[in-house]
Nanobody
């Protein structure tokens, strides 16, 4: 299984960015697919996730600003980031979960700065 993230970059506070995660297998074959992030000196944290069953999940700090979605036909998961803040600066990783196995992408850097 391969996951490839793209769409990161430098964005000003208040701006928008859309991250993409291309998955080598059908998204529906996983129990969940999600986005995580890791800022310098901090632990990796869940940002948003799409479980195969149940509601979408978001960390409180991004609720109302970020939206996770999937394009099943394209085996791609997106993270739309609006109203970004400097504290959103991190490396963003895509993760897919199948039973007990986790698959990770290499990450894409997002920097929010004026």
């Amino acid at each position: 299984v391969q996951l490839v993230e793209s769409g990161g970059g430098l964005v000003q506070p208040g701006g928008s960015l859309r991250l993409s995660c291309e998955v080598s297998e059908k998204i529906a074959s996983f129990s969940a697919v999600g986005w995580y992030r890791q800022a310098p000196g901090k632990q990796r944290e869940l940002v948003a996730a799409i479980p195969i069953a149940g509601n979408l999940r978001y960390v409180d700090s991004v609720k109302g600003r970020f939206t996770i979605s999937n394009g099943n036909a394209k085996n791609t998961v997106y993270l739309q980031m609006n109203s970004v803040k400097p504290e959103d600066t991190a490396v963003y990783y895509c993760k897919a979960l199948r039973e007990v196995r986790e698959y990770w992408g290499q990450g894409t850097q997002v920097t929010v700065s004026s």
